[in-house]
């Protein structure tokens, strides 16, 4: 891994962090490299049961590193922005929605750009009273990347994320919150408590049954009720064969607490 990225283990729990507080967590190639790695990584470990993305510092993430941008404007580059979502961004959010476990963006502090686009296509956000969320294309002349206009209007609603697009302005957590963005918020002090928590509680889940949901969720925004209900009888199917459904069942009728194992 880069120096600009942390990936630890907390039991089942994989955490990345992204990790260049100097710059906000600004995304240069070295940084996108470890994530997409990182994600790879989390992804092909069946011990890991749950992964959160979180930044150094005080920012999640301000997007791509605009000073990079800013040296190849000056010495005349010819830039080719789509070339590089498609090598550097779009791996990442494809390997975070394919992940066949919960991906938690604990959102720290301030997040924007493609920042923002790697939190939004997070199966959850959670965030720290104090974070901010900012669409910040626009004020640098660009259109929104990394999936966030797929992403968002789905989650805030089509208005909001056109309001959050065309003015650049910075979404409290507070408002995150009432909107959809965010799904828990707490106290700056108590975040990182909180969040790992939450997140060990999604890692000792039914992990499969959380894989075959991610697909059924992935799959309902492509396709009709007809269709779609038969994808849903047939990860239904799967589910009900996993060892965590019998143990599921079991533990209901005996009155105790299920343990999962994730299979
Ligand atoms: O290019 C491609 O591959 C396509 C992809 C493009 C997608 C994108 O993500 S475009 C970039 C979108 N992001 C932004 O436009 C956000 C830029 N940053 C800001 O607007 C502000 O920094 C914030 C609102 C996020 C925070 O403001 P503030 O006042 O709290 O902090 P600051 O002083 O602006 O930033 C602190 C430092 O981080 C500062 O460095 P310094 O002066 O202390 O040495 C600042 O330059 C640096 N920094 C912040 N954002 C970036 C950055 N450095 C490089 N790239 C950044 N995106």
Not at 72 to 99: C, F, N, T, W
Not at 168 to 194: M, Q, Y
Request: charge should be neutral; proline fraction near 3%; charged fraction near 25%.
């Amino acid at each position: 891994m880069a120096a600009s990225l942390r990936l630890e283990r907390e039991g089942a729990l994989a955490v990345i962090t992204l990790d260049r507080p100097d710059v906000l967590n600004a995304f240069d190639e070295a940084l996108t490299s470890a994530l997409a790695s990182a994600a790879l990584e989390t992804s092909g470990d069946a011990t890991v049961r749950a992964v959160v993305i979180t930044g150094a510092g005080r920012a999640f993430s301000a997007g791509q590193d605009l000073r990079d941008r800013a040296a190849m404007v000056e010495a005349g580059k010819d830039l080719h922005l789509g070339d590089e979502l498609r090598r550097r961004y779009h791996p990442v959010i494809q390997s975070i929605r394919a992940m066949r476990k919960p991906v938690i963006a604990a959102v720290n502090g301030v997040v924007a750009g493609a920042g923002l686009g790697i939190a939004v296509a997070c199966d959850v956000r959670v965030a720290a009273a104090s974070a901010t969320f900012r669409a910040a294309w626009g004020r640098v002349g660009l259109v929104p990347d990394a999936g966030s206009a797929y992403f968002l209007p789905r989650l805030v609603g089509w208005g909001r994320a056109v309001d959050m697009i065309l003015s650049g302005d910075p979404v409290s957590a507070e408002e995150a919150l009432r909107i959809g963005l965010a799904t828990r918020v707490w106290p700056d002090a108590e975040f990182a408590r909180e969040w790992r928590a939450y997140a060990q509680s999604l890692a000792a889940g039914a992990t499969e049954a959380f894989a075959l949901t991610k697909e059924g969720l992935n799959a309902s925004w492509e396709q009709d009720l007809g269709s779609f209900l038969e994808v849903e009888a047939g990860l239904q199917d799967r589910a009900g064969r996993t060892r965590d459904y019998a143990e599921g069942v079991q533990a209901f009728t005996a009155k105790r607490r299920a343990t999962f194992e994730g299979r």
